[in-house]
């Protein structure tokens, strides 16, 4: 992971201060999963590794409505029992969704003006599991709904291009919200067949645009995950 694992601390702690940790009934773990649901409202996670995790212990959780590919975060703790046909058998905490959205292609400029290019900061980004995920810091007054897009630019060439690498581009629509505080959150792109793996690439070459206004290209390559 490069850099996401960090700032999850973050999340993490904000998450299980509300645990009590008097009796140590807190989470130790956490991870970025996918979601997958079963019969009888049942559902089990992927993690970006490969791993699945079935939650044989939900009492800590209320009803959760599982969707197929839904990204979320987890945090767990190990149980002593297996559970047949996954990995691990967890104790579930905590689920925080993650907004989960698909690549959108890009074949005209017109298309391409529409998807913005607003300024956005990536602070963190992982990639893995088939899905690219990015944690984003941008500017809001916080009265507009700001529109992120992970774009296959077929319109007009890209100013780098990088050999072994899909090249995607990270566009966002501030929909004129450009001032106030930073605002902070996570995103999670389904990659299909822009998938590195699939692709026979190395990683992604991914185009965005700073706070400053410039154009910006960052390297990602999966990273095994602890």
Same mark, same amino acid.
């Given at each position: 992971? $490069?850099?996401?694992?960090?700032?999850?601390?973050?999340?993490?702690?904000?998450?299980?201060?509300?645990?009590?940790?008097?009796?140590?009934?807190?989470?130790?773990?956490?991870?970025?999963?996918?979601?997958?649901?079963?019969?009888?409202?049942? !559902?089990?996670?992927?993690?970006?590794?490969?791993?699945?995790?079935?939650?044989?212990?939900?009492?800590?959780?209320?009803?959760?409505?599982?969707?197929?590919?839904?990204?979320?975060?987890?945090?767990?703790?190990?149980?002593?029992?297996?559970?047949?046909? !996954?990995?691990?058998?967890?104790?579930?905490?905590?689920?925080?969704?993650?907004?989960? $959205?698909?690549?959108?292609?890009?074949?005209?400029?017109?298309?391409?003006?529409?998807?913005?290019?607003?300024?956005?900061?990536?602070?963190?980004?992982?990639?893995?599991?088939?899905?690219?995920?990015?944690?984003?810091?941008?500017?809001?007054?916080?009265?507009?709904?700001?529109?992120?897009?992970?774009?296959?630019?077929?319109?007009?060439?890209?100013?780098?291009?990088?050999?072994?690498?899909?090249?995607?581009?990270?566009?966002?629509?501030? $929909?004129?919200?450009?001032?106030?505080? !930073?605002? !902070?959150?996570?995103?999670?792109?389904?990659?299909?067949?822009?998938?590195?793996?699939?692709?026979?690439?190395?990683?992604?070459?991914?185009?965005?645009?700073?706070?400053?206004?410039?154009? $910006?290209?960052?390297?990602?390559?999966?990273?095994?995950?602890?």
């Amino acid at each position: 992971m $490069k850099r996401l694992a960090l700032l999850l601390l973050t999340v993490a702690s904000l998450t299980l201060a509300a645990c009590n940790d008097s009796d140590g009934d807190y989470a130790r773990y956490w991870t970025l999963a996918t979601v997958h649901p079963l019969e009888n409202n049942d !559902y089990y996670f992927s993690s970006d590794s490969g791993k699945s995790f079935y939650p044989g212990d939900k009492s800590r959780i209320a009803a959760y409505e599982a969707t197929e590919g839904q990204r979320v975060f987890i945090w767990f703790n190990f149980l002593p029992e297996p559970a047949e046909g !996954y990995d691990s058998n967890v104790a579930l905490y905590n689920i925080e969704e993650i907004l989960t $959205k698909q690549v959108e292609t890009a074949s005209t400029t017109d298309e391409l003006e529409q998807m913005g290019d607003d300024p956005i900061q990536v602070t963190g980004w992982q990639l893995g599991g088939g899905y690219l995920t990015l944690q984003i810091a941008f500017r809001t007054m916080g009265v507009t709904s700001h529109v992120v897009h992970l774009v296959n630019n077929e319109a007009s060439l890209p100013e780098e291009s990088l050999e072994d690498y899909v090249g995607l581009e990270f566009h966002h629509d501030a $929909k004129g919200d450009l001032d106030g505080r !930073y605002g !902070y959150g996570y995103v999670s792109f389904r990659l299909d067949e822009f998938d590195p793996e699939t692709a026979g690439k190395k990683g992604i070459y991914l185009r965005t645009r700073t706070p400053e206004g410039n154009v $910006k290209y960052i390297r990602i390559e999966p990273e095994t995950e602890r």
